[in-house]
């Protein structure tokens, strides 16, 4: 997949891709496993799953680790990516723990936390408007336990970089933590105790940092 080269789709047949923007590099990829090695995650989640390329990565980790669960969510995998995600998974044999989820951020948060469903490890990476990554994370950031990780991808968007730095000035109950660029992650330290009136001015983030 990351030579571009077309790939099996949900009804059996070769698909072209449509360009790599959706891909993930093998750098990103490989701090990704790496990083879900060392945590170790009992269950995780990725919003935005296109063609598989960070789910292969994070799937590859639970099968070294022996242990954990992964999600992925994506209301556009078959209409737009042409399933081609979820049957890599399938040809790789990675499907004894992983579920895929249909349906928008917004429903399917909805329908994990009636299920009492938590995680140790998030991925955003869906919608890359600022008002739809600040959606993904504050719908999935109450379900993600004290000492999980949430891993923000594509900083190189101003978009995505101006909805990091709301979580760095207004969510104390997060850390941040090393990454590699262009991702950034923060660790969950604490419960959301902030005031009803709670608010930190932060900067949009037009430029690259530096």
């Known amino acids: 997949m990351s030579r571009g ?12 891709l449509a360009g790599l923007a959706s891909g993930l590099s093998p750098e990103k990829g490989l701090w990704l496993y790496d990083a879900y090695r060392r945590l170790a995650p009992r269950a995780s989640l990725e919003t935005g799953m296109a063609y598989g390329f960070s789910t292969i990565y994070l799937l590859a980790a639970i099968a070294k680790n022996g242990a954990g669960n992964h999600i992925a969510v994506d209301p556009c995998e078959n209409s737009l990516w042409a399933g081609i995600g979820v049957e890599k998974v399938r040809q790789l044999g990675l499907a004894e723990h992983f579920r895929f989820i249909e349906d928008s951020s917004l429903q399917a948060a909805a329908a994990l936390q009636k299920e009492k469903q938590t995680f140790d490890f998030i991925f955003i990476d869906d919608g890359h408007l600022f008002d739809l990554v600040c959606l993904d994370f504050t719908v999935f950031a109450p379900l993600l336990n004290k000492g999980g990780w949430i891993v923000f991808d594509d900083l190189w968007m101003p978009s995505v970089r101006t909805a990091v730095n709301f979580v760095r000035t207004n969510r104390p109950d997060f850390r941040e933590i090393p990454a590699l660029w262009p991702l950034a992650a923060f660790e969950r330290i604490g419960e959301d105790t902030r005031l009803w009136d709670h608010f930190v001015p932060f900067a949009s983030a037009r430029k690259f940092p530096g």
Not at 8 to 13: E, I, L, S, T, Y
């Open 5 to 16: 080269e077309p790939q099996a789709a949900a009804n059996g047949k070769l698909q072209e």
